[in-house]
Nanobody, 115 residues
Framework: QVQLVESGGGLVQPGGSLRLSCAAS????????MGWYRQAPGKQRELVAS???????NYADSVKGRFTISRVSAESTIYLQMNSLKSEDTAVYYC?????????WGQGTQVTVSS
């Protein structure tokens, strides 16, 4: 199994930025589909951004142009740079790794966008 640990959440004002990190317990980020998901209160969990082993990225329409997913293989870490944050971005953000015989989730990190 793969352990994922997210960090970087917090409280930010509308228009501000945050960078989330997800550290994997072993070197799997270049052989897995890595993704960031979020779940707001009363809503279903949704895909925010993903990156494939080939480096192809995909974003939810609601975050295109504002969020960027990236990875640093040497650190076994992926990042989510979030700019121009809006109140509707408020949610718990989860990191996910899908690979051969595993589908692992982190514990989540809270992002709150409020003035």
């Amino acid at each position: 199994q793969v352990q994922l640990v997210e960090s970087g959440g917090g409280l930010v004002q509308p228009g501000g930025s945050l960078r989330l990190s997800c550290a994997a317990s072993r070197s799997i980020i270049t052989v897995s589909i890595m993704g960031w998901y979020r779940q707001a209160p009363g809503k279903q969990r949704e895909l925010v951004a993903s990156i494939t082993p080939a480096g192809n990225t995909n974003y939810a329409d609601s975050v295109k142009g504002r969020f960027t997913i990236s990875r640093v293989s040497a650190e076994s870490t992926i990042y989510l740079q979030m700019n121009s944050l809006k109140s509707e971005d408020t949610a718990v953000y989860y990191c996910n790794a899908k690979g051969f015989q595993y589908d692992s989730w982190g514990q989540g990190t809270q992002v709150t966008v409020s003035s």
